[in-house]
């Protein structure tokens, strides 16, 4: 069973940053596809960035840019760096592992393993 773990999550005004950290339960970080997501109140979990086990990475057209993706694979650790937040960009965001290790993007259908989120919330 795998399990992911997210933090970092908090309060930002917009201009800011914030880097999210998702640990997972074991040594899948290499192997799988993995990515962030997010959700508001109220809209659908949209893909926001990913990441396969050959360090090829994927964003979403509204966070190209702001975001960056990346992994320790010794920690089995997967971050998000978040630069130049909006206030758009409030949500919950979930760290989430496919069951492939290649081709995944950002589409939600792709992942199978969730975290419980971690709440981004930025003011303006």
């Known amino acids: 069973q795998v399990q992911l773990v997210e933090s970092g999550g908090g309060s930002v005004q917009a201009g800011g940053s914030l880097r999210l950290s998702c640990a997972a339960s074991?040594?899948?970080?290499?192997?799988?596809?993995m990515g962030w997501f997010r959700q508001a109140p109220g809209k659908e979990r949209e893909g926001v960035a990913g990441?396969?086990?050959?360090?090829?990475?994927s964003y979403a057209d509204s966070v190209k840019g702001r975001f960056t993706i990346s992994k320790d694979n010794a920690k089995n650790t997967l971050y998000l760096q978040m630069n130049n937040l909006k206030s758009e960009d409030t949500a919950m965001y979930y760290c989430?592992?496919?069951?492939?290790?290649?081709?995944?993007?950002?589409?939600?259908?792709?992942?199978?393993?969730w975290g419980q989120g971690t709440q981004v919330t930025v003011s303006s």
């Open positions: 990441i396969d086990n050959g360090g090829i990475t």
């Open positions: 989430a592992a496919g069951s492939a290790g290649r081709g995944c993007g950002v589409s939600v259908y792709a992942y199978n393993y």
């Open positions: 074991r040594y899948i970080s290499s192997s799988r596809c």
